[in-house]
């Protein structure tokens, strides 16, 4: 049991994180500024506090509340959009989060958790990636999110402040049993895309080059269940609780899942075809990213229950169905 704080906790990834807490008893504040959050991802047994990352003195007085763990989730996430207004992701991730840092400095919180991500290791060298990869982001949001981990590292070694940073490969799906009610709006990725091709919010949609070294062509990814994700978080809040050391760990499956198996997978789902086309490659994409994390499986003795891209994807489309907007 912990009281964490777990700012972008009306999030996607967020609510799930929080439910999970919740779930194993913990006590949680949340604290969101709402522009991408939904309030519809609130929990009843969490407290509230809507607020943005940039306020100091509201942060830091959120910071008064006896918190024993920070959970960071509050950023900016679009890859396209970072390289197109860099200054709005230095604003928000790297300001953000030196906000964060210097309010548990001054408040005496010892413990976060940081929401990184694959974007950080850029083109991989060899695969799977596990975290000794070096670093090379090829946008501007995976520096902002590599930056942030060489702060984590001095804030330790300097102030004592212990962090498990997350690298996350790619998030998807939604709670199974479906409490998590907030659907992500303007989605930016592939499987939300493809869902709103299926229910004809959008008029099909285009995979991003079918030549690829690759074993159908297409690009492969680690897509990891956002649930899973949730439980590595709660095991993480443990484990800062009980031990003064810092990890950095992949999270993800393991496993390389095509766009066009994704796709196929959808209409095995859906029990109908989704209109797609083939477009020429997406400039910076990667032909395959697959996670080790083998780490993450010592360090936190967690695992994904979610393996198979048809269950994972199940649970994005009951989202779709119990969609009232
Ligand atoms: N894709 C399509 N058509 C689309 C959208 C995506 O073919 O309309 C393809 C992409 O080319 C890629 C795959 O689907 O091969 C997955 O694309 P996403 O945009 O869903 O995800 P990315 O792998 O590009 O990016 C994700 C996160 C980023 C993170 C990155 C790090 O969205 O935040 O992983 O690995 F930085």
Not at 138 to 162: A, M, P, Q, R, V
Not at 197 to 222: L, Q, V
Request: aromatic fraction near 10%; include cysteine.
């Amino acid at each position: 049991m912990a009281k964490v704080l777990v700012i972008g906790g009306a999030g996607y990834i967020g609510s799930h994180v929080v439910l999970e807490l919740l779930e194993k008893k913990n006590q949680v504040v949340v604290f969101d500024n709402l522009s991408t959050g939904q309030r519809e991802n609130l929990f009843e047994a969490a407290e509230f506090i809507e607020g943005d990352i940039l306020d100091f003195e509201k942060l830091k007085n959120v910071m008064k509340k006896n918190i024993d763990v920070v959970i960071h989730l509050a950023a900016k996430k679009a890859v396209w959009e970072s390289m197109k207004n860099p200054e709005i992701y230095a604003t928000n991730n790297i300001e953000g989060s030196i906000n964060i840092l210097n309010a548990m400095v001054e408040t005496n919180v010892k413990n976060i958790i940081f929401s990184s991500s694959a974007a950080v290791y850029g083109t991989p060298e060899y695969l799977p990636v596990d975290e000794n990869h070096k670093k090379n982001p090829i946008n501007f949001y995976g520096y902002t999110k590599s930056l942030i981990e060489e702060l984590l590292k001095w804030y330790d070694e300097l102030k004592g402040i212990h962090y498990i940073a997350l690298r996350y490969f790619n998030a998807v799906g939604y709670d199974a049993l479906g409490r998590v009610k907030g659907k992500e709006k303007n989605p930016q990725n592939l499987l939300p895309i493809v869902m709103e091709a299926a229910t004809g919010k959008r008029n099909g949609f285009e995979i991003y080059g079918k030549d690829y070294d690759t074993k159908d062509g297409t690009c492969e990814r680690d897509y990891i269940h956002v649930s899973d994700l949730a439980t590595a978080h709660e095991k993480a809040v443990q484990k800062l609780m009980k031990e003064n050391e810092s990890y950095i760990l992949n999270l993800g499956t393991g496993k390389g899942v095509s766009v066009q198996e994704v796709v196929n997978a959808a209409q095995k789902v859906i029990g109908k075809k989704i209109k797609y086309t083939y477009a020429p490659r997406r400039e910076g994409d990667p032909a395959k990213l697959v996670a080790s994390s083998d780490l993450a499986y010592q360090v936190l003795n967690w695992k994904p229950k979610y393996i198979n891209i048809e269950d994972i994807i199940k649970t994005t489309w009951n989202m779709e169905n119990t969609d009232e907007h």
